[in-house]
Antibody
């Protein structure tokens, strides 16, 4: 059974930083394309970005609102995905989901950015 | 970016109804279209990939069709547990984009 467990969410002030982690098990993490998806309170789903597997180049892509502020990385030796979030804004407040491929999702971690 | 437009935004329905949700892409995405179901407080659940492939374990009352720019999700006979919000997602190109969601109200 695939398990994706996010951690690192919390309350941070505007302009601050936060790093989310996603611990993966039950899948071949090193070959998985991993992504982050967020959902603001009461709103729809928004794709944040993706990192390919190293064998596929390990490159990253981001949605425009987070480009230059957020960085996705992975540690295949720890089966862990990361999301480094800098220069946080109030509009970044959301539940952040880790996703493996299209099928496997974590339970989400809440990030609240206060003004 | 490819815009995904779902309709309707909300849909009142009754148990046993046949329900259809549509999703339109702003440009052709071939069949790179996924459908998700999300219940309150939960992560989305993948129902259908590549426009019409039903995920293992998903009830056969769910089906998907379409290609290019126009897609549909159909629930043949609505059940109480289908109360949820449904999202389409295009994975044809980055940035990946979602529709705004369709809330089913039973």
């Amino acid at each position: 059974e695939v398990q994706l467990v996010e951690s690192g969410g919390g309350l941070v002030k505007s302009g601050g930083s936060l790093r989310l982690s996603c611990a993966a098990s039950g899948l071949t993490f090193s070959t998985a394309w991993m992504s982050w998806v967020r959902q603001a309170p009461g709103k729809g789903l928004e794709w944040v970005g993706r990192i390919k597997s190293k064998i596929d180049g390990g490159t990253t892509d981001y949605t425009a609102p987070v480009k230059g502020r957020f960085t996705i990385s992975r540690d295949d030796s720890k089966n862990t995905l990361y999301l480094q979030m800098n220069s946080l804004r109030t509009e970044d407040t959301a539940v952040y989901f880790c996703r493996g491929g299209s099928k496997d999702w974590g339970q989400g971690t809440l990030v609240t950015v206060s003004s | 970016d490819i815009q995904m437009t779902q309709s309707p935004s909300s849909l009142p329905a009754s148990v046993g109804d046949r329900v259809t949700i549509t999703c339109r892409a702003s440009q052709s995405i071939s069949s790179f279209l996924n459908w998700y179901q999300q219940k309150p407080g939960k992560a989305p659940k993948l129902l259908i990939t590549t426009a019409s492939s039903l995920q293992s374990g998903v009830p056969s009352r769910f089906s998907g069709s379409g290609s290019g720019t126009d897609f549909t999700l159909t629930i043949s006979s609505l059940q109480p547990e289908d109360l949820a919000t449904y999202y389409c997602e295009q994975s044809y190109t980055t940035p990946v984009t979602f529709g705004q969601g369709t809330r089913l109200e039973i």
